[in-house]
């Protein structure tokens, strides 16, 4: 059973652009969402992240929108970049963590033209 | 460290001989998660470590897969026989702190198995 489903898969976005990538949960409790932006060769690096107290949180270019009721959450990147190609993956998190502390979407590959 | 350590960076093995994959964890971070990531695919949740209790191996593939963490610290990862389908790329997290938790990855480990 796949507790977070991301979507697109893929994802081509003319530079200035908005990105948005997609991901709904099933698990009521998880209480930590994050996104991680991987670029090839490296390891997942945390973007940004969102607890469920807030329905939005914003830092520079990239805004995650959460719906607590409708168990879904997204990415936003405004004023997309090339520098912004990569896979981004949606997570889950639930307290205490755990062997499943940390459930994960399947990723999107980002593509931002020039 | 400042951050997680994971050698070596790549491995190129054939196929029936034994590999050894290192994490050196975040000083500090008593919960250390190992992950598989098969190309182009998500993450895989392999193992878990927590402090000096028992890890949950549930994630591991086969009995080909252990785990061990020293001392609460270094963690190393032991694909016995490997085989074809064991390349990927393995990574490690650490989770860090209370009320406010987030995981930190390293770069992974490449494991080509020829």
């Known amino acids: 059973q796949q507790q977070v489903k991301q979507s697109p898969q893929s994802l081509i976005v003319q530079k200035g652009g908005i990105s948005i990538i997609n991901c709904a949960y099933e698990n009521t409790a998880f209480d930590y969402f994050p996104w991680y932006q991987q670029f090839p060769g490296k390891g997942p690096a945390l973007l940004i992240a969102i607890r469920p107290d807030v329905s939005e949180k914003k830092e520079g270019r990239f805004t995650i929108s959460f719906n607590k009721s409708a168990k879904q959450f997204s990415l936003h990147i405004m004023d997309s970049q090339p520098g912004d190609s990569a896979t981004y993956f949606c997570a889950a998190s639930r307290p205490g963590g755990g062997a499943d502390g940390l459930t994960f979407g399947k990723g999107t590959h980002l593509i931002i033209q020039p | 460290g400042a951050g997680v350590s994971q050698s070596p960076s790549n491995k190129v093995t054939e196929k029936g001989k034994d590999v050894e994959l290192r994490c050196d964890p975040i000083?500090?971070?008593?919960?250390l998660y190992w992950y598989r990531q098969s190309l182009g695919q998500g993450l895989e949740f392999l193992i878990y470590f927590q402090g000096n209790s028992a890890p949950d191996k549930s994630g591991l593939p086969s009995d080909r897969f252990s785990a061990e963490r020293t001392g609460g610290s270094v963690s190393t990862l032991t694909i016995q026989r490997t085989q074809q389908e064991d390349s990927a790329v393995y990574l490690c997290a650490t989770r860090f702190g209370g009320p406010s938790y987030g995981y930190t990855f390293g770069s992974g480990t490449r494991l080509t198995v020829v």
């Open positions: 000083s500090g971070h008593t919960a």
